[in-house]
């Protein structure tokens, strides 16, 4: 299966981005993490494109999934591996 390119936009004291960024490493998958306090610009910039205003969001070969709850729900209906390019 191809590899996926998967990026996280996260922030810093977020709860929700930690327990995202555990769970893609225990599935295995490799992400780049862009840390939005120390890019501020970058944050604005996904709330306009996205229409999403909380973090984290997550992106695999630049299409928007959504968050933490939206990853999991993709788990829990069996489509996650597919999507990230994991083997079942």
Known sequence: MAKKEVTVYTMDRCPFCLQLKLFLKRKGVEFTEINTSQHPEVLKMLQ?????????????????????????????????????????
């Open 48 to 88: 306009d494109e996205t229409s999403f205003l909380t973090l984290p969001q997550v992106f695999v070969d630049d299409n928007f999934l959504g968050g933490y709850d939206n990853i999991i729900e993709l788990h829990q209906k069996g489509k996650f591996n597919r999507i990230f390019g994991l083997e079942d």
